[in-house]
């Protein structure tokens, strides 16, 4: 049983238990190719059922301490992965940000899934979670992403040179962020629910 489900239209948006590794692992293996110019450079192993089990323990823990959010994207019936998009290095305090990445199945591109599951993943950051701002960033040449984010509003907000390793060199990055129009401190969420 995921840790976490927030049904959409036609997925569902699940933190995953550690026992159900099998099922990330299975989608890790089965987009190797079409994730590689997007991803930091792996070993086969860590992407093995075993690895994987040891990443959800810790990204339970995460959870469950408000510190980041890993979303797995499931068929409705709960029997495949097709993707996964993950809120994490959740900052409170001053900032109340945090980090998203996201990647689809190859074959499920172009349907609108990943828009369908980040609008249910940033409502729930923003509403639940009452974060005030989430960053996007992408590598320049990622069309896909770029249009993705716009049309869920995120904004430029600037270019940052040799900003991560992917693929194996240091990749100048656009970053974009989200901000909540309708976020609240939490003293003032109290005294809302007081009054
Ligand atoms: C980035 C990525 C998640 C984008 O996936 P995507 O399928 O293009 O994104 P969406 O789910 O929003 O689908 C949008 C497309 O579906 C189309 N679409 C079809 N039916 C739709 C519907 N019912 N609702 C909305 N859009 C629909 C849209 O017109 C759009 O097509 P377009 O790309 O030709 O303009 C995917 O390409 C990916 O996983 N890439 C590899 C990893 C990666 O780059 N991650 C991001 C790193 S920053």
Redesign the pocket.
């Known amino acids: 049983m995921p840790l976490l489900s927030l049904p959409c239209q036609r997925l569902t948006l699940a933190i995953l238990a550690p026992d159900q590794a099998g099922l990330e692992s299975e989608f890790y293996q089965r987009n190797l190719r079409?994730?590689a110019p997007?991803s930091p450079i792996r070993t086969t192993e860590y992407f093995s059922t075993e690895q994987i089990r040891r990443r959800l323990e810790i990204q339970a823990s995460a959870f469950e301490a408000g510190l980041a959010m890993h979303f797995a994207l499931l068929t409705q019936d709960g029997q495949q992965m097709i993707g996964a998009c993950n809120f994490s290095g959740v900052i409170r305090g001053a900032f109340q940000a945090c980090y998203l990445?996201?990647?689809?199945n190859e074959a499920h591109?172009?349907?609108?899934?990943?828009?369908e599951a980040l609008e249910a993943g940033i409502a729930y950051m923003f509403d639940t979670q009452n974060l005030h701002r989430i960053m996007a960033?992408?590598i320049p040449g990622?069309e896909?992403?770029a249009?993705?984010l716009e049309?869920l509003g995120f904004e430029r907000e600037g270019y940052a040179k040799a900003y991560l390793n992917i693929a194996g060199r240091w990749q100048d990055h656009v970053l974009t962020a989200l901000i909540n129009p309708a976020f609240e401190a939490p003293d003032q969420r109290w005294s809302r629910r007081l009054a």
Do not use: D, F, T
């Open positions: 079409h994730l997007w990445g996201y990647h689809i591109q172009g349907q609108g899934l990943m828009r960033n992408y990622n896909r992403s249009r993705l049309k």
